[in-house]
């Protein structure tokens, strides 16, 4: 599967963007989606993940609440809406599939990646 991740841009505090990831080449569905961003500087993190089953969500401490993954299967598509950003939010984003059925958190489980999307957040 190929990903091809969208939406990123510059914004300012407290406002709202939506990430999509979009799938080719096989049914998005079918695989695990994570959301990752590394910001300058500092290592790669997990975000979010969503597993086949949009029950199966994970969400790192620092998206809880205000971020929020979801599926569009018709559109092979994998959203991840941000609201009330912040400018520690500031990074590239990354958008990874894996094989497995649930949301994983480990970047070592993820074994297709799309490139990034900047996020940039002023205060």
């Known amino acids: 599967v190929q990903l091809q991740a969208s939406g990123g841009g510059l914004v300012q505090a407290g406002d709202s963007l939506t990430l999509s990831c979009e799938g080719s080449?096989?049914?998005?569905?079918?695989?695990?989606v994570g959301w990752f961003r590394q910001a300058p500087g500092k290592e790669r993190e997990f975000v979010v993940s969503i597993g086949w089953s949009s029950e199966s969500t994970s969400y790192a401490d620092s998206a809880k609440g205000r971020f929020t993954i979801s599926r569009d299967v018709a559109k092979n598509t994998v959203y991840l809406q941000m609201n009330g950003l912040k400018p520690e939010d500031t990074a590239v984003y990354y958008c990874?599939?894996?094989?497995?059925?649930?949301?994983?958190?480990?970047?070592?489980?993820?074994?297709?990646w799309g490139q990034g999307t900047q996020v940039t957040v002023s205060s």
């Open positions: 080449g096989r049914a998005l569905w079918n695989y695990a």
């Open positions: 990874a599939a894996s094989r497995r059925s649930t949301a994983v958190n480990e970047d070592t489980d993820y074994a297709f």
